[in-house]
Every structure is written in C-alpha cells, then in structure tokens.
C-alpha cells in the first residue's frame, strides 16, 4: 500500500493530471537535495544515539532505543476497515503543505514522521513539507533533513510555541491546503487522499484522521477504535467519547462515513488554507502548548465550519507519560500510586486523556464509559484487584482561561465551577479575539451545545449544585473507587475529575452515573458508590442549614467525614461538628 509499490498503470490513473510517469520518475532534483531512499539515517540518527547507562527515557520521555532501532521506512500493519481498502478516491485532489513543528525531538521519531508522509503519500499530492524548528538545542536536527526532497525547514531565532510555530510554517506554505502533523507520527496506507477529498469538496471542512497508537515503550504499532469522537467535560481537558449504540447502530450501514466530532485532539488535522486564515489562524498570545485544540474546535464549529474524523485516513502517534519539556503556565498531570508498591508516579494527564495506549472502550461495572477517567479505570481493572488511590492535579493553562473568555459565554462559569483556580489565572489581552468572533458572526455557545456537543450535561438543566463538594482544603473523593467502594476526602485539586459532583433536582449526589448511598440507615454507616437508581430512596439527599450540609432524606442523618481515614465517609446525627460542614464550588439555587 506504500505508494511506490502501486502498480505504475494504476498510478497513471491516479495521478491527477495524468501526466507522463516517465518524465515524473526521472525529475531533476534542486541541488543539494535527495530522494529520502537515499538519505543517511545511519549518519543522522547515530549522532544522538542514547549510549550505554544512559536512561532511554529521559530525552523524550519514550524509549529513544527502540525508537532509533525502527529503519525509517519501517512497515505498520494497514489498521483501515476492509471498505476503505476496496474505495476509489477522486483524481483531481488539491496538493498540500504538511506543516510540522517540532522541539528536540529525537531524531529518529522525527525522521519517520517525515519519511512517511513522503512514502505513504502520492507525490503530486504532497507540495511541501514545512518542519518548524521551535528553537531546539541542536539546529542540526532539523536541518539535516532539509536535505530531504520537498523538506523545507524553518527554525525560530526563540521559543515560540506549537501556535505560533504552525502559523509560521502556515504563512510560509505554497499549496492551497495545509496539513499539520506532530513530530512523532507515521502515516499509514492511503492515509492522506480521504483527508484531501473532505476538504475539496467543502472549504470549511477541517478533518482529522483517527489516530492509532504508537506504544511509547516497544514503538508497536497499534489501530485504534474507530467509534471514538473528541469531547471534554466542564475541566475543559479533551477526552475521547465512546459512540452511544444508536450513533453505532447508524453507522453500521457505512461504517467508514465521515464522523462528526465536537473537538479535534488537536495535532493532526487537514484544512483549506484560505479558510484557515479567514478563520483566523490561531491565537497568537497562546503560549507553548496546550488549550489550542478546544480554541480552534470551538470557533471552527461556532463560526460555521464543521470538525470531522475521517474512518479511511489512519496516522499512528506516540502517546507519551509526561512531555519531555516544560511549559509555562503548566500542563495537567495525574498522579497514579499503588499503595502497596512506593511513591507517586507522574503520568501526563494530556497522554491519558488523548487515550494513551489502545484507545479501546471498555465496559465498566456494564455501563458504558468512556473518556479520560475510563480509561484509569481499566488500568485499575488491570492491576488484579490491587487497591490503586489517584490523585488529579491539573495546572491551569492561560490557554484554556482565553478560549473560555472568548468563545463559551456564560458556561464559561461551569469551567470555573468545576476548576476555581483558573479564575486566578491572568489571561492577557483578548480584545483581538473577541472582535474576530464578532466579524466572523459566530454563533454562541448555546448553540454549539445544543447542536454539536448535545452529550455535554450542562449542570443548570438537571442539578442544584455541581463541582467539588468542600470540606475545608479537603473535598469528597472518590479515591479512584467504583460500584460498591466507599468514599473519602482528599486535599483539594479543583480538577473536577474524582472530585466532580452534582446534587440533582432528583435529590442525588452523582459523581458520573454513580451515587452516594446510603446502605444501612443508621449512625456510623459506610457510605457506599453505587449506579444511580430513579426513586432509590438511599440516594436522596438534601442541603440544609444554609447549603452548609448534606442530609440524607430516609434518615435524617448527615454526611460526616469524621471515619474517613479509618474507613470512608459515613452517616452521622446532624451536629455542629465541621467534619459534617459541606459546600459545592457551585450552587444554582436561587
């Protein structure tokens, strides 16, 4: 499926002009320059090689061994559905500029981003490829393969950041739609055509493809479900959202159709160039990384463009546990520890929430989950019955702050309801932002809700209160536990995430489809997580005393955190006490 090994007769068909393979295959090279078969990669991937004792990990936070081991053109298996392997894509597709950015990336990684977009791509669709050099330590990285055929380099004289380095090689690029890849990818068979024919056929179409995994540990590659789509919760971090069965069961006749999603994951997309700049680029007073992906899926959508996932199109990405390099302003971490095996281990909250490793759904306690949390659930599932306590922190990006300025309304106050430390955090000068969005007409983010993104509960339709439920700098926690656990408190992280919960105008306490419950009637009583239930009346509750405590209706006992750390939380005759003292981040009671 490479393109150098279709049949030259069927190439001819392909070629969009149909022009003579004959002249094609014998053209001239700018001097200087060679066909990436002839390029050294002994020479350029020997000269950063990880040497013996050395940590395989510590450059880039994957195993740079078994990365510099692959050959560049290594072969991934073809991960597409059999229906995309048998279709015909339209012939006279606009070529593209596959913009790059990148930051002391190891050198292997980045040379078979390169090689195979080249190799998998055919060669009248691929103008250019424009890798940004974000101001890494070696400059050499990225200009030894500006001896690559089409590979144009451009370096920052600082560090700019993933927006404004895209923006560069944006502005810098030649072809009529531009195509932007992280610096850790491999393109797979045919990936780019069903990319190309969306956009060709409607300018504001911005299409990603689905995004396999490459394992940051034996680089295997490994295809991804194809009944994912991009969402977020109230935190605003991306998660992948698991298809609902009736969204399934639509899909079952054309199961390679485009899929609508309300966010991209950000790092590879397709769109019109033209569009991009009307669009107005990216926000250029975002720093480094992060926030950029929810920015541009809003306004894409909000200001009349739509975001897809394109089935046929499979890219493979390395899924990292923490960012080989630092960010100002943060980037959102989760700590994971086993009690019975050490210390807290760091694993990038970015990483998990893209899905990190196999990206497969996977029933839980038979509800269907999905998304960020999900997904720690089954590494729980995974460590046989082993107990497994998480703690979430998340340092808020400025990013995010400005796309939730900008873009969502008067939800932007669910943001700050499920993670209050971002309103502390300075957000700059929007004004730019803001009149874009009044030039463009963009519609509100009621609209966006309603029409694209009708899954996101919004906390005011169903709930009284929503977010953390306060105890002092302590909050109700589910400890990482599920069906038939217990609850606890842990210091505050205002994350959302384990902390997130609703009191319902149903008179539940809900942490996802879980609910507080009170299992025996009586004083001192564990309080027990279990599925939420219409009209169980151990799962009512009530604010009393000022919304200053919770009661449990049946009862009339209080939710108390006096036993937390010799048990869990439990039911206590309402007292003064403050282990009884309660508060939501948000109350929506008038």
């Given at each position: 499926?490479?393109?150098?090994?279709?049949?030259?007769?069927?190439?001819?068909?392909?070629?969009?002009?149909?022009?003579?393979?004959?002249?094609?295959?014998?053209?001239?090279?700018?001097?200087?320059?060679?066909?990436?078969?002839d390029f050294n990669q002994e020479a350029y991937v020997g000269g950063t090689m990880v040497r013996s004792g050395?940590?395989?990990?510590?450059?880039?936070?994957?195993?740079?061994?078994?990365?510099?081991?692959?050959?560049?053109?290594?072969?991934?298996?073809?991960?597409?559905?059999?229906?995309?392997?048998?279709?015909?894509?339209?012939?006279?597709?606009?070529?593209?500029?596959?913009?790059?950015?990148?930051?002391?990336?190891?050198?292997?990684?980045?040379?078979?981003?390169?090689?195979?977009?080249?190799?998998?791509?055919?060669?009248?669709?691929?103008?250019?490829?424009?890798?940004?050099?974000?101001?890494?330590?070696?400059?050499?990285?990225?200009?030894?393969?500006?001896?690559?055929?089409?590979?144009?380099?451009?370096?920052?004289?600082?560090?700019?950041?993933?927006?404004?380095?895209?923006?560069?090689?944006?502005?810098?690029?030649?072809?009529?739609?531009?195509?932007?890849?992280?610096?850790?990818?491999?393109?797979?068979?045919?990936?780019?055509?069903?990319?190309?024919?969306?956009?060709?056929?409607?300018?504001?179409?911005?299409?990603?493809?689905?995004?396999?995994?490459?394992?940051?540990?034996?680089?295997?590659?490994?295809?991804?479900?194809?009944?994912?789509?991009?969402?977020?919760?109230?935190?605003?971090?991306?998660?992948?959202?698991?298809?609902?069965?009736?969204?399934?069961?639509?899909?079952?006749?054309?199961?390679?159709?485009?899929?609508?999603?309300?966010?991209?994951?950000?790092?590879?997309?397709?769109?019109?160039?033209?569009?991009?700049?009307?669009?107005?680029?990216?926000?250029?007073?975002?720093?480094?990384?992060?926030?950029?992906?929810?920015?541009?899926?809003?306004?894409?959508?909000?200001?009349?463009?739509?975001?897809?996932?394109?089935?046929?199109?499979?890219?493979?990405?390395?899924?990292?546990?923490?960012?080989?390099?630092?960010?100002?302003?943060?980037?959102?971490?989760?700590?994971?520890?086993?009690?019975?095996?050490?210390?807290?281990?760091?694993?990038?909250?970015?990483?998990?929430?893209?899905?990190?490793?196999?990206?497969?759904?996977?029933?839980?306690?038979?509800?269907?989950?999905?998304?960020?949390?999900?997904?720690?659930?089954?590494?729980?599932?995974?460590?046989?019955?082993?107990?497994?306590?998480?703690?979430?922190?998340?340092?808020?990006?400025?990013?995010?702050?400005?796309?939730?300025?900008?873009?969502?309304?008067?939800?932007?106050?669910?943001?700050?309801?499920?993670?209050?430390?971002?309103?502390?955090?300075?957000?700059?000068?929007?004004?730019?932002?803001?009149?874009?969005?009044?030039?463009?007409?963009?519609?509100?983010?009621?609209?966006?809700?309603?029409?694209?993104?009708?899954?996101?509960?919004?906390?005011?339709?169903?709930?009284?209160?929503?977010?953390?439920?306060?105890?002092?700098?302590?909050?109700?926690?589910?400890?990482?536990?599920?069906?038939?656990?217990?609850?606890?408190?842990?210091?505050?992280?205002?994350?959302?995430?384990?902390?997130?919960?609703?009191?319902?105008?149903?008179?539940?306490?809900?942490?996802?489809?879980?609910?507080?419950?009170?299992?025996?009637?009586?004083?001192?009583?564990?309080?027990?997580?279990?599925?939420?239930?219409?009209?169980?009346?151990?799962?009512?509750?009530?604010?009393?005393?000022?919304?200053?405590?919770?009661?449990?209706?049946?009862?009339?006992?209080?939710?108390?955190?006096?036993?937390?750390?010799?048990?869990?939380?439990?039911?206590?005759?309402?007292?003064?006490?403050?282990?009884?003292?309660?508060?939501?981040?948000?109350?929506?009671?008038?």
């Open positions: 499926d490479d393109w150098n090994d279709i049949d030259p007769i069927k190439k001819k068909d392909l070629h969009h002009s149909h022009g003579d393979e004959k002249a094609q295959s014998v053209e001239t090279l700018p001097p200087g320059k060679v066909r990436w078969r050395q940590d395989p990990y510590a450059r880039n936070k994957f195993n740079q061994v078994e990365s510099d081991k692959l050959q560049m053109d290594r072969a991934v298996p073809d991960t597409r559905h059999d229906q995309c392997q048998r279709k015909q894509w339209r012939v006279d597709l606009p070529a593209t500029s596959v913009v790059i950015t990148f930051h002391n990336e190891a050198r292997s990684a980045l040379l078979r981003t390169v090689v195979s977009v080249l190799k998998k791509s055919p060669p009248h669709l691929i103008k250019e490829i424009i890798l940004v050099d974000d101001y890494s330590n070696d400059p050499e990285d990225g200009a030894l393969l500006g001896k690559i055929e089409k590979v144009r380099v451009l370096r920052n004289d600082r560090r700019e950041g993933l927006m404004r380095s895209r923006v560069r090689g944006a502005d810098a690029a030649q072809a009529k739609v531009l195509t932007f890849l992280d610096s850790h990818c491999e393109c797979n068979a045919r990936w780019l055509e069903p990319l190309l024919e969306r956009v060709a056929e409607d300018r504001t179409r911005v299409v990603s493809p689905i995004i396999d995994v490459i394992n940051m540990d034996s680089f295997q590659y490994v295809g991804a479900s194809a009944d994912l789509k991009g969402g977020f919760d109230w935190n605003l971090v991306f998660k992948w959202d698991y298809m609902t069965p009736e969204q399934r069961r639509a899909r079952q006749g054309n199961p390679v159709a485009p899929i609508k999603t309300p966010m991209i994951a950000g790092g590879l997309f397709v769109m019109d160039k033209l569009y991009f700049e009307e669009l107005g680029k990216y926000d250029m007073m975002m720093d480094v990384w992060g926030g950029e992906n929810l920015e541009i899926s809003f306004r894409v959508w909000q200001c009349g463009g739509s975001l897809e996932i394109i089935p046929c199109s499979r890219v493979g990405h390395v899924f990292r546990k923490q960012h080989p390099y630092t960010f100002p302003g943060g980037s959102g971490t989760v700590f994971a520890r086993d009690s019975r095996q050490g210390p807290w281990q760091h694993v990038d909250a970015h990483s998990i929430c893209d899905g990190h490793k196999p990206f497969v759904h996977v029933p839980v306690g038979g509800h269907a989950a999905s998304g960020c949390f999900a997904i720690i659930k089954r590494a729980e599932m995974l460590t046989e019955r082993k107990q497994v306590k998480l703690k979430v922190t998340y340092f808020v990006s400025s990013n995010t702050r400005r796309a939730a300025e900008v873009w969502m309304d008067e939800y932007k106050n669910f943001y700050y309801a499920a993670v209050p430390s971002a309103r502390n955090v300075p957000y700059g000068n929007i004004q730019s932002r803001l009149e874009l969005r009044k030039k463009l007409s963009c519609k509100p983010f009621k609209w966006y809700l309603e029409n694209v993104y009708p899954e996101l509960r919004v906390p005011d339709h169903q709930d009284i209160a929503f977010g953390a439920l306060q105890q002092g700098t302590n909050c109700l926690d589910t400890l990482g536990h599920f069906a038939d656990g217990v609850v606890g408190v842990y210091e505050c992280h205002n994350a959302g995430g384990n902390q997130e919960w609703a009191l319902t105008k149903e008179k539940s306490v809900k942490h996802m489809d879980l609910c507080l419950t009170v299992v025996d009637r009586a004083p001192g009583a564990l309080i027990k997580l279990q599925g939420c239930r219409e009209n169980d009346s151990r799962q009512k509750w009530e604010q009393i005393e000022g919304n200053s405590k919770l009661r449990h209706v049946g009862s009339d006992l209080c939710l108390d955190s006096r036993a937390a750390k010799s048990g869990g939380l439990s039911v206590e005759v309402c007292g003064p006490a403050l282990s009884q003292q309660w508060k939501f981040s948000l109350n929506l009671q008038r």
